[in-house]
Every structure is written in C-alpha cells, then in structure tokens.
C-alpha cells in the first residue's frame, strides 16, 4: 500500500496540531489517549492518517503504546543532557527546575570484595561506606542510587551531612571528581528498585555504572544510579574517526 499520505499537507498539519495538544497538556502525561476513531473524528481526519501520526508520535517517544491499554502520553522528561556531561544526581535536578531530595535506604561498612579493590586500584582500601539512597525531584522518586566509597577518605556517619556526595567529598577531603569512566545499561523491570520508583511494570530503568575520578586520575567514587527513563534522557554526540 502506497504511503505517499505521509508527505500530504493534512498528515503534517495533524502531527503538528497533536504534538502541540500535547505539549500544552491537553493530554496530561500518564493518561490514555482516546480512541482512534474519536482522534480522527476530533482532528477531522481519515483513521489512516491518524494512525500515521500515532506512530510517528511513538518513535518521538511522545507517546507509547500498552498492548491490549491504547496509547498512553508519555512524561516529559525532567532531565535531558549529552552523557558527556558529568555532574551529580543533585545538579542534574537542580537544572530541570526543581528541588532535589534525599530518602536514606541504607548505610553500612562493608570489606571490599576483588572487584572493588580492582575498581579502586588499591590494595589499600580496608573498608567502604556503602549507601543506598532514593533520589527525588519535588518529592518524586526519581533516581536509586548505589555509592561506594572508601570509609577512610569519607566515614560513613558523615554522608547524611550533605545531599550531594560530590560536594561532601569535596568538602571532606578537598579532591574534586573531574571525569567518570560509564558503562550504560537498559534494564527491564527490576523487583525491588522498580517498586521504589513508582515505575509501571511495562517500564525500563537506565542503569548507569560508574568510576569517578580526580584530576590526577585517582579512583575516588563508585556508583551504580538507576534512573527513571521517563524522567531523565541521555543522548551522546558521535563523530566520524576518518
């Protein structure tokens, strides 16, 4: 079947008017659109043309379609960066306008397994303060994130001082974090965290592992942050090596 509708004045004026609807909030995130055929009939348009428009509108991510629900908007999100950018968890809230919270999950001394030392490149490190903690924007769970960090250079009573783990290094130890070395990872539903975030069982996590170092490339800071697809977007900027 020819497609050639999708070039049409009426196909693009639609995408156009339905994007707007959406970003004006005549649709509110989280709710379910109404039916095609009430779209069609509302946007005066051939059921073909709508349903165009409703995929196009789900490659942009704008919308997503729940087998056997409909079409569901999706939230904007709080957050959209390049990954080359590095900063806190607090920062990256801070940024998208909205007050950044801490919710302690839990905080313990833990002996460094092979993989830590190998992480830290030290034999030295003897303990780590290990801490699980629920970030939230404007009270909304957001981020779960998993630090480590060697107990000596940060004792662990101290991490409930600051809600930045950045600036509490800083402050604690006067070495600033200057790069990470990040492995990104989509996840699917995970049992436990997924709960914690309010996130739907249809909807992924964005793991992010990573080292953080300083200037003089010391391994520093461990994390593992799963954060809300819906709620923060990563993007990368790629460039031809020839």
């Not at 349903?51 to 919308?63: H, K, R, T």
């Not at 539903?189 to 309010?198: K, V």
């Amino acid at each position: 079947m020819s497609k050639d509708y999708l070039d049409s004045k009426e196909y693009n004026e639609t995408l156009s008017k339905v994007r707007e609807d959406i970003e004006k909030g005549l649709y509110p995130p989280n709710e379910r659109l109404h039916p095609l055929y009430e779209l069609a009939t509302n946007y005066r348009v051939s059921r073909t043309i709508m349903d165009a428009v409703i995929e196009q509108l789900v490659d942009e991510n704008m919308v997503t379609r729940r087998l056997g629900n409909g079409v569901f908007v999706n939230p904007k999100p709080i957050y959209s960066s390049g990954i080359e950018e590095l900063g806190s968890v607090s920062e990256m809230i801070k940024r998208a306008g909205k007050t950044p919270g801490t919710q302690f999950v839990a905080a313990e001394v833990v002996k460094p397994s092979a993989s830590d030392l190998a992480q830290f490149n030290s034999l030295d490190v003897q303990a780590l303060a290990r801490v699980e903690r629920v970030r939230t924007a404007d009270g909304e769970p957001v981020v779960y994130c998993i630090d480590k960090i060697d107990h000596d250079l940060v004792p662990i009573g101290l991490i409930h001082s600051e809600d930045s783990i950045f600036k509490l290094i800083e402050n604690r130890t006067g070495k600033r974090i200057h790069y990470a070395e990040t492995f990104i990872e989509p996840i699917g539903f995970h049992e436990r965290i997924s709960a914690i975030l309010n996130c739907r069982p249809d909807q992924a996590l964005l793991l992010l592992r990573q080292m953080h170092y300083t200037k003089d490339h010391e391994p520093i800071l461990y994390s593992a942050n799963y954060f809300k697809s819906d709620a923060f977007q990563f993007h990368v900027v790629r460039k031809r090596t020839d």
